[in-house]
């Protein structure tokens, strides 16, 4: 089964932030993969191998997006980074975007990378959520057209601390990066012989 939590928008051209934790036989380790949607492109995804039983207990993860970075982190470790390349052509999110949850079967290529299946006789499957908190900017019908307002420094993340991360985040990327990351498609040559822009630019 798969666990995903993404922040989305609607329509075909729709922009996309996945948090999404991929199954896996019990006792084996399991894969978070985040995925970047701008503009309804994506295709954008990573995994790690959490180190830690996510199932066992309550965990911490978020997301910070601003008009400079996306940050995914993980127990307020950073284990992602997508920046705002807009200025090399590539797709950044833009537009508001809403929560959601669910749980899905992704059994044919999530679980163990396809060789395991749903154990069905287990359903019903179940996702437990705490301390669940979102700081943001509110967008409403009447103000739909007017998202420059989103992108006030009065806004916490908007302020300069949060444009890219200190010398101590970065390291701690850098060491979850070489320490847990099982895919990033980035280095996946047979998919995109030529590297696509932003992996250029990390």
Known sequence: M????PLTSQGNKHDELDLEFLGNREGKPIALQTNVFADGVGNREQRILLW???TADFHTYQV?????QIVFYVDDVPIRVFKNNKNIGVGYPSQPMKVEASLWDGDSWATDGGKTKTNWSMAPFKAH????????????KQKSNNIQ???SPTYWWNSEQ?????SKQQGELENVRK???NYDYCSDRPRYPVPPPECLHQ
């Open 2 to 5: 798969l666990l995903q939590e």
């Open 52 to 54: 830690f039983d996510p």
């Open 64 to 68: 910070l997006w601003n008009q400079h």
């Open 129 to 140: 959520f705490q301390g669940f908190d979102i700081s943001g900017c509110p967008i409403t």
């Open 149 to 151: 307002e989103c992108f």
């Open 162 to 166: 949060y444009w890219k991360l200190d």
């Open 179 to 181: 320490k847990y990351m």
